[in-house]
């Protein structure tokens, strides 16, 4: 009978040790959306992607073909990298390459993305051959804010000094908008009913916490809340549709962000779109 009892309490402990672990787990909270061979993580900005490589054909012995193809396949994930963020959906149907292109700087993202950061690699596998594939985590966060920034900049005067009303004496500073589904994008913008502006990149500071616009949370925004150091009262929102990459509020939310809403939320950017899906 103490056996069976010990048993018994040893498997209670163990699930619900295993249970609060697996609540706790990022990803549970991050949006991830798939790109070509990897996931990009919309919660951290956090890339995981695979390069592959080939050792270069004068190699002489093995240890020596495999640093060589390794340095190939870190090639071959920063170019994928340099892809992936080109293909990023800026706004409506906007990509970051199509809007560079336009502003005759087709290498921009070339320029911005940078060897030396694949430096957490989280699997390698080597075949017969030598060759080998090898799958890097890379923060691209620093790559998105420059991007944004830079489309910042390109605004026109009038927009660059636009600020949202001043709403120091409010009590909340974060703003949760709850969305069915949301197909993330670099700069979601926010309107009320009468197509009115609530927020957009010319009411957000390039010294905003999000390195694009907004952060994105899958179910429970909780753990990013606490990760990216959104500190305060919230204030949250149910999002009445959403026309591309524009999200429409009710004009009775809209006013509670007038009345209730910090002006620091908008120029730090301290906004977090949360997906049911």
Not at 31 to 50: H, Q, R, W
Request: hydrophobic fraction near 40%; charge should be positive; glycine fraction near 4%.
């Amino acid at each position: 009978m103490k056996k069976y009892l010990k048993k018994v309490l040893f498997f209670l402990v163990f699930f619900s040790f295993f249970s609060l672990w697996a609540a706790e787990k990022p990803e549970d909270f991050s949006l991830i959306k798939k790109v070509t061979d990897g996931t990009l993580n919309y919660s951290s900005f956090e890339l995981t992607i695979t390069g592959n490589g080939i050792p270069e054909t004068n190699v002489t012995n093995l240890n020596s073909a495999r640093i060589t193809a390794e340095k190939a396949a870190q090639a071959n994930a920063r170019l994928k990298t340099v892809k992936i963020l080109s293909s990023l959906v800026l706004s409506g149907k906007t990509t970051v390459k199509a809007y560079f292109d336009e502003k005759n700087q087709p290498d921009f993202v070339e320029r911005l993305v940078n060897a030396a950061d694949f430096k957490e690699v989280t699997h390698e596998r080597f075949y017969s051959n030598s060759s080998v594939d090898v799958t890097y985590k890379v923060d691209v966060s620093y790559y998105i804010r420059k991007i944004t920034e830079a489309v910042r900049e390109t605004l026109p005067a009038e927009e660059k000094v636009k600020t949202a009303p001043d709403m120091s004496a409010k009590t909340k500073s974060v703003l949760l908008i709850n969305v069915k589904k949301i197909e993330p994008a670099l700069l979601i913008s926010v309107v009320d009913e009468k197509g009115e502006k609530i927020y957009d990149i010319s009411t957000s500071g390039n010294g905003r916490k999000s390195p694009s616009l907004v952060f994105f949370a899958k179910k429970k925004a909780d753990y990013l809340l606490e990760k990216a150091g959104l500190s305060g009262e919230t204030l949250s929102v149910n999002a009445f549709k959403i026309t591309e990459s524009k999200i429409v509020i009710k004009n009775s939310d809209a006013e509670k962000i007038r009345a209730e809403l910090k002006k620091e939320c908008f120029s730090e950017g301290m906004i977090v779109v949360v997906s049911a899906e």
